[in-house]
Each structure stands twice: as C-alpha cells, then as structure tokens.
C-alpha cells in the first residue's frame, strides 16, 4: 500500500507483506546511523530551553487520598489534588523534622504529615513553599529552578497533540540507570527500530531529516500486527526541548497522532549511579467511525498500551543503559 493512496489509506488500515525479508536479511542500517549524525542531533536538543520544566507523572495517577512523590534530580517532590482537583506541588520533606511526605495522607485537598499533623493545603507554611506545577491534561509538570539552571518559563513546552476529546492516551513509566541524554539519544537513532525491535516494527527507511526550527528524522516503517499484517506509517521524530522527543505520525492510519518520550533525571542510586524516569504519553487519534467505541473501552486499552509500550522499553532502556555505562567508563565510540 503507498502512503499517498488517501483513498485506499482510509478503507484499508492495513497492508500485507507480499515479499517479507527475513530478519537477518533486512537491508543494515549501520552506515546511515551515522554517531555524528545522532551526536549532533542530541547537542542541538540539549540547548534547546526547558524553562526547568521536568515530567514527574500521568495526570490521572495524581489523585486526592495520596500524594504522587517521587524524587526529581535529587529533590523529593510530592504532588495531589486539592478538593476542587486544582494541582499542588512541593518540598516532599515535612519542613518541621523532616519526615517523608510520600507517606502522608490527603484529607479533603490539605495534605497531613503522619509524623505531627502539620497540614499543608498548597499555601507556604512553616517553611513549606509550593513549587510551580503544570497538568497539561495528559502528564504532569513541576518546575525545579535550582537544578534546572535555566530561565524559567511560565508553562512547560508541551508538544502539540490531537484534541483531547477525540484521543486516547496512555501513559507509560519506567526506569533506568543512565541520564536523560542516553534516553534522548535513544530516541534520536530511529535507524534501530526494525534491528532493535523487530516484533514490533519492519520495513523502516529514515527518509531523511527535518530542518530547523523542528529539526529531526522522517521514517517510513510498518507496525507489525500479526504474521504479515502491517501498518504502514510516515513518522517525524523531534526533540522540542532536551528531555523530550517526540513521534509524530504525519502520514498513514491515525496522523496526528504523537508518542512522546519525557526523560525525568531521579538522582543517585545506592551506587552512586544516575537514574533516570522514562515517561512515555501515547495520544492515538483516527477519524475512523469505530475509533469512539475505542475511546469509551479506554480503560480497558490503556494497560495493554502500556505494556507495548513496557516491551519496547525494555529493549530501549538496555540500549540507554548501555550507553550511559561506556560513556562513564570512557569507552563509548560515538
């Protein structure tokens, strides 16, 4: 099927391999993946600004009995939902004598420290100063000025998406131990794709590189279905600011459609190692009829998004870990 076939895009969603290349077969990809290429894509989007804007989470995981915590380049941070669902945001170590916020209930909006009651409602108390915090309707936002080092910005820089009414989103969360920058790298070599992941995809050609202000790689691959059914889709990969790079399908079944890679820095493990958060928002759009039947059945399709997405980090986080590991040790050849 040819991607500029509108008419039979629409009938047809898929396409059958007629002449399938065997794993070991498939055209390498090796000399196109250039590392300066893929170096010099990763510099361009580390200077790009983030107005110290960091992914900590799903908005819908941030509810109103618990806080979501989690510890942003080495800052604990705590953030719930006050009693009209507004989002608050701060310290996540109780300013009185220290104890972990993370354990502490939510009770009607105001957040209670376990250890002696001191009550936190998102105003600053004793000590306690809320942080600027961003739902863009999809993920979660909090804005670190001291670790981020930037100027800041008063919202985050949040890719366009498909209209949230007519999307379905899943989120995805993992971690590993590397930086931002392998996460980043990672995805900034589409070439791996078909090697990489081939239960996944086939048949990908990076046509070629998107200039500025966008600036990244278009892709032609087919999403593997099952035995020789495919869907083939044209994709723009773009780093819009230097944690996140985003998957856009352009042309194909659900254009419009974004898959968006966010890299959180978590801080050291017990070996001193970076960690890092991958967050990964899948916002899946189509003008076909049946794809409302799919919003309302959401809950039902975003565990088994997330565990596509799940399998696919699991090889991709190796690849991110690895290269953290050869870039700490002096060994890595890009």
Same mark, same amino acid.
């Given at each position: 099927m040819r991607l500029d076939d509108p008419g039979r895009r629409r009938r047809f969603p898929l396409s059958l391999r007629r002449r399938p290349v065997p794993w070991d077969r498939q055209r390498p990809t090796w000399r196109e993946a250039k590392p300066a290429l893929i170096a010099e894509a990763l510099k361009r989007s580390q200077a790009r600004p983030s107005g110290n804007w960091y992914v900590v989470g799903a908005s819908r995981d941030v509810g109103t009995e618990r806080p979501l915590a989690l510890t942003v380049a080495g800052q604990e941070i705590v953030v719930w939902r006050r009693a009209d669902r507004r989002l608050v945001a701060g310290p996540g170590i109780c300013p009185h004598l220290g104890a972990p916020l993370r354990d502490s209930p939510v009770r009607c909006?105001?957040?209670?420290?376990?250890?002696?009651?001191?009550? %936190? @409602?998102? &105003?600053?108390?004793?000590?306690?100063? /809320?942080? !600027?915090?961003?739902? @863009?309707?999809? %993920?979660?936002? *909090? $804005?670190? @000025?001291? /670790?981020?080092?930037?100027? =800041?910005? @008063? &919202? =985050?820089?949040? !890719? /366009? $998406? =498909?209209?949230?009414? $007519?999307?379905?989103? &899943?989120?995805? *969360?993992?971690?590993?131990?590397?930086? =931002?920058?392998?996460?980043? &790298?990672n995805r900034l070599d589409p070439w791996h794709g078909a090697w990489y992941h081939p239960y996944s995809f086939v048949d990908l050609t990076v046509t070629g590189a998107v200039r500025a202000p966008e600036d990244g790689f278009t892709v032609d691959v087919s999403f593997k279905v099952a035995g020789r059914l495919v869907v083939p889709v044209r994709a723009v990969f773009t780093a819009p600011e230097p944690r996140t790079v985003v998957m856009r399908i352009v042309e194909g079944e659900g254009a419009g459609s974004v898959v968006e890679t966010h890299a959180t820095p978590l801080g050291a493990d017990e070996r001193g190692r970076p960690r890092t958060a991958v967050v990964e928002a899948v916002v899946a759009a189509s003008g076909r009829p049946g794809f409302a039947v799919a919003r309302r059945a959401a809950p039902l399709l975003r565990p088994l998004v997330r565990a596509a997405a799940g399998r696919l980090w699991r090889d991709d986080l190796a690849y991110a870990e690895r290269r953290w590991e050869l870039r700490s040790t002096g060994r890595f050849p890009g």
């Amino acid at each position: 099927m040819r991607l500029d076939d509108p008419g039979r895009r629409r009938r047809f969603p898929l396409s059958l391999r007629r002449r399938p290349v065997p794993w070991d077969r498939q055209r390498p990809t090796w000399r196109e993946a250039k590392p300066a290429l893929i170096a010099e894509a990763l510099k361009r989007s580390q200077a790009r600004p983030s107005g110290n804007w960091y992914v900590v989470g799903a908005s819908r995981d941030v509810g109103t009995e618990r806080p979501l915590a989690l510890t942003v380049a080495g800052q604990e941070i705590v953030v719930w939902r006050r009693a009209d669902r507004r989002l608050v945001a701060g310290p996540g170590i109780c300013p009185h004598l220290g104890a972990p916020l993370r354990d502490s209930p939510v009770r009607c909006g105001t957040l209670v420290c376990h250890w002696h009651g001191l009550a %936190l @409602d998102g &105003a600053a108390a004793a000590g306690w100063e /809320p942080l !600027p915090v961003h739902d @863009d309707g999809v %993920l979660v936002w *909090v $804005r670190l @000025d001291e /670790p981020g080092g930037e100027a =800041p910005l @008063d &919202a =985050p820089v949040v !890719p /366009p $998406r =498909p209209t949230a009414g $007519r999307a379905l989103s &899943a989120v995805y *969360v993992g971690i590993g131990v590397c930086e =931002p920058e392998d996460v980043v &790298a990672n995805r900034l070599d589409p070439w791996h794709g078909a090697w990489y992941h081939p239960y996944s995809f086939v048949d990908l050609t990076v046509t070629g590189a998107v200039r500025a202000p966008e600036d990244g790689f278009t892709v032609d691959v087919s999403f593997k279905v099952a035995g020789r059914l495919v869907v083939p889709v044209r994709a723009v990969f773009t780093a819009p600011e230097p944690r996140t790079v985003v998957m856009r399908i352009v042309e194909g079944e659900g254009a419009g459609s974004v898959v968006e890679t966010h890299a959180t820095p978590l801080g050291a493990d017990e070996r001193g190692r970076p960690r890092t958060a991958v967050v990964e928002a899948v916002v899946a759009a189509s003008g076909r009829p049946g794809f409302a039947v799919a919003r309302r059945a959401a809950p039902l399709l975003r565990p088994l998004v997330r565990a596509a997405a799940g399998r696919l980090w699991r090889d991709d986080l190796a690849y991110a870990e690895r290269r953290w590991e050869l870039r700490s040790t002096g060994r890595f050849p890009g």
